[in-house]
């Protein structure tokens, strides 16, 4: 595709719900990465896979939050039983090797 | 580890005038830097990097950067700046050898003025 993309755009849940974010790379692109933005922050680093390989889930915030990507190609991001700091912009990135990464326009997730 | 501080949470300018960002970071292992931008409801774009080689780092929309080693800075400079260069700044940096996670700042909101 054009760029990276991810759906929904917006999400609202009320606390206790799940939810789950998807993310499209670009085609070919072997890494994928996914950042949490909160209000005023910079972005900040939750999970990281190479294909189909989780190789990174230091940034996770606890184990409400799982991410896959079964094929290597689409992610989805899952968090359970949301809770109101879970508020944020979730941004995904792909990359192809070592190059720069670009950036989805992200999903803001707000809890209430 | 790795640790970026932009020293300036806001940065209020004329337009046509000249701005500088600063950013400075912390890393025990060798890095990559770089500068995104980030335009409201959108995700971030590459202003420009440094992998190697000259210090001085030109990208896209007049923007360019000077890597200090010594000082372990990065700071972002733009001569004349446009209304439409309203936005975040973001200054991150990665390690080097491998596709590794980006460690951002905290960011800079510039905002351009008449």
């Known amino acids: 595709g054009a760029g990276v993309s991810q759906s929904p755009r917006y999400k609202v849940a009320k606390r206790g719900q799940d939810v789950a974010l998807r993310c499209d790379p670009i085609?070919?692109?072997?890494?994928l990465f996914w950042y949490q933005q909160a209000l005023g922050q910079g972005p900040e680093f939750l999970t990281y896979f190479q294909n189909e390989a989780q190789l990174d889930k230091s940034g996770l915030p606890s184990d409400r939050f799982f991410a896959e990507r079964p094929e290597g190609s689409v992610s989805t991001l899952k968090i359970q039983r949301t809770q109101q700091e879970d508020s944020a912009v979730y941004l995904c990135?792909?990359?192809?090797?070592?190059?720069?990464?670009?950036f989805g326009p992200g999903t803001r997730l707000t809890v209430t | 580890a790795q640790s970026v501080t932009q020293l300036d949470s806001q940065v209020p300018v004329f337009e046509e005038a000249p701005v500088e960002l600063r950013c400075n970071y912390s890393?025990?292992?060798?890095?990559?830097l770089f500068w995104y931008v980030q335009y409201p409801n959108q995700g971030l774009q590459l202003l420009l990097k440094?992998?190697?080689?000259?210090?001085l780092v030109k990208g896209i929309n007049g923007f360019e950067a000077e890597f200090n080693k010594s000082q372990t800075s990065f700071h972002l400079r733009k001569p004349s700046v446009h209304i439409s260069d309203t936005a975040e700044y973001f200054c991150a940096v990665r390690r080097t050898g491998t596709a590794s996670k980006l460690t951002f700042g905290t960011g800079t909101r510039l905002q351009v003025t008449l």
């Open positions: 890393s025990s292992v060798s890095v990559y």
């Open positions: 085609s070919g692109h072997v890494s």
């Open positions: 990135a792909s990359s192809f090797g070592q190059d720069e990464q670009y």
């Open positions: 440094y992998l190697s080689g000259s210090t």
